[in-house]
């Protein structure tokens, strides 16, 4: 098989998952007004947290708002990283795999389609999040260069993770089982990090988590790359690190997960 095949294989399989998503437009419509509500009610409910004692000076910013624009950035990738098993479980239940597994395509390509339209989606909401941002007053302050080093942390991150939810999917073959191990495998993560909370901040047990917590160095990159004037190169490039590194095992799992299905 030629590359060029092999390319127009994963194209035609990212096509048909992002035109899946465009047919069902209750499901589009949830998953962009979503982060919107998460945005406004959280920041509204949370905005007295500013005006804590050293939030400015941990920070770099005055504005809640302007902090808690990377977490909902975080939380709408770990949102749509979650929906990605949950359509796997829906193409093994309705047949549609084994009708892949039998097709004159090579199996990486089915796997590699999904990601790919997962990354779409993932932009997609991103850039929801970013426009309603710079409506409520948040500014880029790395500019040009920060934005588009922002969308590839939420591009990577968003596939990396994804590999948790596929491969949970690919275990259990049920999409409440998939559903339910991701949440609890994801959500905590978020508020156990600095992405809503400042580590200065954060109280008992939670900083020496936060430590350990792969979301605690995303959230640290998308804070510098929103706040910080000037680029912070080791801790954005720490970010990228990590993305590669939770990459690097989840998708490893999730592709030999992915060949003994394939296989069975």
Request: hydrophobic letters at 55%; glycine letters at 10%; zero cysteines.
């Amino acid at each position: 098989m030629s590359a060029g095949e092999f390319v127009g294989e994963v194209r035609s399989i990212a096509g048909r998952w992002i035109k899946k998503t465009l047919r069902r437009p209750p499901f589009l419509f949830f998953s962009l007004v979503q982060p919107v509500v998460w945005f406004v009610l959280f920041t509204a409910a949370f905005a007295s947290v500013a005006n804590i004692q050293g939030f400015k000076e941990s920070t770099g910013t005055d504005s809640y708002l302007t902090f808690f624009s990377g977490a909902v950035i975080i939380q709408t990738v770990l949102a749509s990283a979650m929906q990605s098993g949950v359509g796997f479980v829906t193409d093994m239940e309705s047949g549609f795999l084994d009708k892949l597994k039998v097709a004159p395509i090579h199996r990486s390509s089915i796997l590699l389609g999904k990601l790919l339209s997962d990354g779409a989606r993932i932009l997609l909401q991103t850039s929801v999040i970013l426009v309603l941002a710079f409506i409520l007053g948040v500014s880029i302050a790395t500019g040009i260069v920060g934005l588009a080093l922002l969308f590839a942390i939420a591009l990577g991150f968003g596939i990396a993770w994804s590999g948790i939810s596929t491969f949970i999917a690919l275990t259990t073959r049920n999409s409440e089982s998939t559903l339910m191990i991701s949440l609890l495998t994801t959500f905590p993560l978020l508020f156990l990090s600095t992405a809503v909370m400042p580590k200065a901040l954060l109280q008992g047990y939670v900083p020496a988590i936060a430590v350990w917590n792969p979301i605690t160095y995303i959230a640290d990159g998308l804070h510098g790359l929103i706040i910080t004037p000037g680029l912070n190169w080791p801790v954005v490039g720490f970010a990228f690190l990590i993305i590669a590194g939770v990459g690097f095992v989840t998708l490893s799992a999730t592709t030999i997960m992915f060949r003994r299905t394939v296989s069975a």
